[in-house]
């Protein structure tokens, strides 16, 4: 990765955008804004591209960020800094960054993906902050791996402990950087998220990394669902034994070179505590919960979150495919439950359903042993 040299600048400088603008996006922004005007190999602009709409007063999303400096919609009440730039057009937002970080649900990473092929800089580098994945017929597909496989860039990830609307008002929180091969270009954007409140640190596991932010929001799913049913501390606290035991063996399945280390950095036990305790999808999984499973989470999520998107329901529909095709249903009935508990087939009390003798129901959790 070279820095941009624009003419006579000596020495060139990094210049960065941010693809995606909802409630982690613009606290992303606002980390690495304050970054750009202090670091001085990084150009002050950061630019921001805004999936467009319009505001129920007639102005444009984009328009509104440009003007009073909040994200009035995903993140109201907290200045970006005045050097970051929304703008609505993709191509244009790329065209001179080298340093790219992709923060949009991940439902729509395939299609932004697709749009951007031969857009960006040929230097570039691009960081993941999405969690999910892609279920093709071949296989899972990691999001930072679409990215990397269409737009032919390496691609790092930053995953962690990182519930936005509390590292918007500054308080401290950790985070990890999963990178593949290079060091240095990890350690740059080390530089370019860390702040006194936000201290992140580098992890050679890309996959690790990202499966943890990924496969902890379906336990969070579960951990919503025992919140609902009333169950108490120590039901949720098995829960997310049984599911850090599940996320550990499934992510070894899919790629050995998982380290177990990785596990208790930032992006493991401690996004797995943070998520099941706090966070919209363990808020919308209680809600399920308590109406007995009968309104929808597609429901649930217009009502409650206004515009901002679920992750864990579809991540558990993209594992659950994973496990089907591979034929390892049996081994993770947390995942499997919950599920067939989000499509209706089980009720949400089958999340803390016992049996010595029948190993498939969730709070077994232990017969089977993972490689
Ligand atoms: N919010 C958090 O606390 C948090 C923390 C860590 C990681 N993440 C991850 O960050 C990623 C982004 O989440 P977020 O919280 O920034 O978003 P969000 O859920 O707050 O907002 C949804 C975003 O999607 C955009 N959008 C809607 N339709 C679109 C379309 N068709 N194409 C492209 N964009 C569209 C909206 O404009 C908005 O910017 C997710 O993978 C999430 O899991 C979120």
Known sequence: MAPV??????????????????????????????????????????????????????????????????NVKYLPGIKLGHNVVADPD?????????????????????????????????DAQAISLIKGMEVKKEGPCMISTLISQQLGVNCCVLMGANIANEIAVEKFSEATVGYRGNRDIAEKWVQLFSTPYFAVSACQDVEGVELCGTLK????????????????????????????????GLSKLLFSSVKDSTFFESCGVADLITTCLGGRNRRCAEAFAKNGGKR???????????????????????????????GWLEMFPLFTTV??????????????????HAPKYPMTGGPTSFP
């Open 5 to 70: 040299n624009n003419n006579d600048e000596h020495p060139p400088k990094f210049k960065v955008t941010i693809v995606g603008s909802g409630n982690w996006g613009s606290v992303a922004s606002k980390l690495i804004a304050s970054n750009t005007l202090k670091l001085s190999s990084f150009h002050d602009e950061v630019k921001m591209w805004v999936f467009e709409e319009m505001l129920p007063g007639g102005e444009k999303l984009t328009d509104a960020i440009n003007r009073t400096n909040e």
């Open 217 to 248: 929001n379906v336990v969070a799913i579960a951990a919503g669902f025992v919140d609902g049913l009333d169950m108490g501390n120590n039901t949720k606290a098995a829960i997310m034994r049984i599911g850090l035991r599940e996320m550990k």
């Open 339 to 356: 599920h067939e508990i989000c499509t209706g087939r089980l009720p949400p009390t089958a999340i803390v359903e016992y049996s010595e």
């Open 296 to 326: 929808s989470f597609d429901d649930l999520e217009a009502e409650m979150l206004q515009g901002q998107k679920l992750q864990g329901v579809s991540t558990a529909k993209e594992v659950y495919e994973v496990l089907k095709h591979k």
């Open 90 to 122: 993709l191509e244009n937002a790329v065209r001179d960054a080298n340093m790219l970080v992709f923060v949009t649900p991940h439902q729509f990473m395939e299609g932004i993906c697709k749009r951007l092929v031969g857009k960006i800089r040929s």
